[in-house]
């Protein structure tokens, strides 16, 4: 005996399948939209943000102009291995573990080396993350990161390649393992490696094989790619034709890592880039403060109107990011007395909780000249602040200024009268 399907179950089987697969696809999909960071750009492109902890946090440190006044927090050793223990047993209390280590300087180098021997690869990213952001006082940590340039996931190459680059000239040794990486098959990783054979090399000219390396991926069928090639050999004063129109299209480009990199160059290269003015001022209508803050400065350094760009480097510098913070503030300090109409941003910044931004915000002060007098009732909060560095130039521009260190006390009538 047989048993017939009717035509109209046949129909629902195939249209439920479709719909799962749909289904299916769509969750995937929308889970790795979740891991992202969607901006519009006022260009009418979608910068994907990829691990935004990781990947786009960490190229912008590579290219950063000036590195901020180092601060480091008194950790025992006991402590250390309290937040190495942390960093290893609870993924919750993880970012707050690397934060405290890598605000600690290089002492812990030889802790968290080890963590990149471990098989979680969000505990090996965030382990190289803490001695990216030790920055050049990590050379201690460049045999062990070179060892690990090769790491199979991309999200710890990433923080690996850019620890390297903000290791700097000391990094040299490193360079045969990053020309090697040109050639990976992760777009972002041969971005990165490029990017931080220019930081690297900087300083003395690399060898052929390098510069043909570098070379060579000007043919790369990835045009950001391209890119990050011509943005090395320019920071290797080597000679690219149309060096800036091509920082000019760069700007345009879908990947944020060039296209901020592209503004950062332009505004090294200063009035040489003046035509690049109008893209920017186009670029800054973004309202994503990364993207505010690295343009504004690529103009202000080009030449441009500095109190035209207060307003974009104020809104931006309210963000939650240190970088923006610290870069925000570097702008002001370049701009000296004319950054007296953002009194407000330097007192809000002198309580931020950060550290490293209250100290650059009370160097920046020093810069002010006169104008910053106005601001002494809070250089003189500052004289208690609990980081030295704070209270260093506190007491620096209140002398600078002819300022009491003490607040001047009121005279009570009765001893007015006599």
């Known amino acids: 005996m047989s048993y017939l399907v009717p035509p109209f179950a046949i129909y629902l089987i195939i249209a439920g399948t479709v719909m799962f697969l749909i289904g299916f696809g769509a969750q995937l999909y929308m889970n790795r939209l979740m891991r992202q960071y969607r901006i ?12 935004i902890d990781s990947w786009i946090v960490a190229v912008e440190f590579v290219d950063m102009p000036k590195e901020p006044i180092p601060t480091e927090a008194e950790l025992s050793e006991a402590e250390i291995a309290e937040l190495i223990q942390m960093m ?9 573990a690397a934060s405290q280590l890598a605000s600690a300087g290089p002492k812990v180098i030889p802790y968290v ?9 969000d505990l090996r990213a965030k382990a190289a993350a803490i001695l990216r952001n030790i920055g050049p006082r990590g050379s201690e940590a460049l045999p062990v990161l070179i060892d690990y340039i090769n ?10 390649i850019c620890a390297l680059a903000r290791i700097g000239p000391s990094a040299l040794d490193a360079t045969p393992s990053l020309v090697k990486q040109l050639k990976n098959e992760t777009d972002d990783v041969r971005i990165c490696s490029a990017l931080a054979i220019g930081r690297i090399n900087r ?5 052929k094989a390098t510069l043909d390396a570098l070379n060579d991926l000007l043919n790369d069928k990835v045009p950001s790619v391209q890119t990050a090639a011509v943005i090395a050999l320019m920071d290797l004063s080597a000679k690219v034709d149309d060096g800036i129109d091509l920082l000019i299209d760069g700007l345009r480009d879908v990947n944020p890592i060039i296209a901020l990199q592209c503004a950062q160059h332009l505004g090294h290269h200063g009035k040489a880039a003046n035509e690049a003015i109008p893209d920017l001022i186009e670029a800054l209508k973004s309202n994503h403060p990364i993207i505010q803050i690295i343009v504004s400065h690529a103009l202000y350094r080009i030449g441009y109107d500095p109190l035209a760009l207060l307003r974009p480097i104020l809104v931006a510098a309210r963000s939650g990011e240190i970088y923006v913070k610290l870069e925000a503030l570097e702008i002001l300090e370049d701009m000296g007395p004319e950054a007296e109409p953002a009194i407000q941003a ?17 160097r920046a002060i020093g810069f002010l000249g006169d104008k910053g007098r106005v601001l002494a009732p809070q250089l003189r ?16 521009n209140l002398k600078a200024l002819g300022e009491p260190l003490e607040e001047p006390k009121l005279i009570e009538e009765n001893e007015e009268s006599n």
């Open 40 to 51: 519009k750009t006022s260009l009418g492109i979608d910068f994907l943000f990829p691990e």
């Open 88 to 96: 290893q047993t609870s993924k919750r209390k993880r970012n707050n």
């Open 113 to 121: 080396s080890q963590l990149l021997k471990e098989n979680d690869t």
């Open 151 to 160: 790491d199979l996931e991309p999200v710890v190459q990433g923080q690996v």
């Open 203 to 207: 300083e003395k000219k690399p060898d």
């Open 346 to 362: 330097y007192v809000r910044m002198l309580g931020d909780k950060n550290t490293l931004v209250r100290v650059n915000a009370v």
């Open 381 to 396: 909060k500052a004289l208690n602040d609990p980081a030295k560095a704070v209270r260093h130039h506190a007491e620096v």
